[in-house]
T-cell receptor
Framework: GENVEQHPSTLSVQEGDSAVIKCTYS??????FPWYKQELGKGPQLIID?????GEKKDQRIAVTLNKTAKHFSLHITETQPEDSAVYFC??????????FGAGTTVTVRA | DTAVSQTPKYLVTQMGNDKSIKCEQN?????MYWYKQDSKKFLKIMFS???????INETVPNRFSPKSPDKAHLNLHINSLELGDSAVYFC????????????FGPGTRLTVL
């Protein structure tokens, strides 16, 4: 099955700085890569996703890049704010209803 | 106007008991899921139903039995609870493949004593 590895497990950044989280996947058939944000005491919420026919996608301060050859994808958050503090999960899927999640990255934005 | 709701939010029970968690979605989605999140925050899919039909069963013990009375509901019944069942259980729903956004419920924190 699909194996998704995520790094780092924790990330502390100064407010205003950028944060980068990286993930690798094992199954070359995977073609959908969403990122979820989980705030304390809540369920995960989709913040951005990318499909395998696209190399980069941006939504305001958030961007995701995908390198299919190397089988890795990354989340970039610019101009971080305190409300960006949360656990972020990457995931991979190959159109089979199943999302395989990474282990999560706890991001702390220091004011 | 909650999209995906779960009850109860907290569940504390003794080993060996049987308990149920209910999930409802009002998004009109065809597919519903149950995930387990352990103490290290790792999220793992347990089951998925599409139009009330089981499509994913991720080697979950037989003590766990999902039931989907209709497209909007997916309940999880757990028999003979064990200490290792303690976790947060999330229900989610999505419209259909390919891989559309999954909407998660607020979670049910199950503690087995």
């Amino acid at each position: 099955g699909e194996n998704v590895e995520q790094h780092p497990s924790t990330l502390s950044v100064q407010e205003g700085d950028s944060a980068v989280i990286k993930c690798t996947y094992s199954d070359s058939a995977s073609n959908y890569f969403p990122w979820y944000k989980q705030e304390l005491g809540k369920g995960p919420q989709l913040i951005i996703d990318i499909r395998s026919n696209v190399g980069e996608k941006k939504d305001q301060r958030i961007a995701v890049t995908l390198n299919k050859t190397a089988k890795h994808f990354s989340l970039h958050i610019t101009e971080t704010q305190p409300e960006d503090s949360a656990v972020y999960f990457c995931a991979a899927s190959k159109n089979d209803y199943k999302l395989s999640f990474g282990a999560g990255t706890t991001v702390t934005v220091r004011a | 106007d909650t999209a995906v709701s779960q009850t109860p939010k907290y569940l504390v029970t003794q080993m060996g008991n049987d308990k149920s968690i209910k999930c409802e979605q009002n998004l009109g989605h065809d597919t519903m899921y149950w995930y387990k999140q352990d103490s290290k925050k790792f999220l793992k899919i347990m089951f998925s139903y599409n139009n009330k039909e089981l499509i994913i069963n991720e080697t979950v013990p037989n003590r766990f039995s999902p039931k989907s009375p209709d497209k909007a509901h997916l309940n999880l019944h757990i028999n003979s609870l064990e200490l290792g069942d303690s976790a947060v259980y999330f229900c989610a729903s999505s419209q259909a493949i390919p891989s559309n956004e999954q909407f998660f419920g607020p979670g049910t924190r199950l503690t087995v004593l």
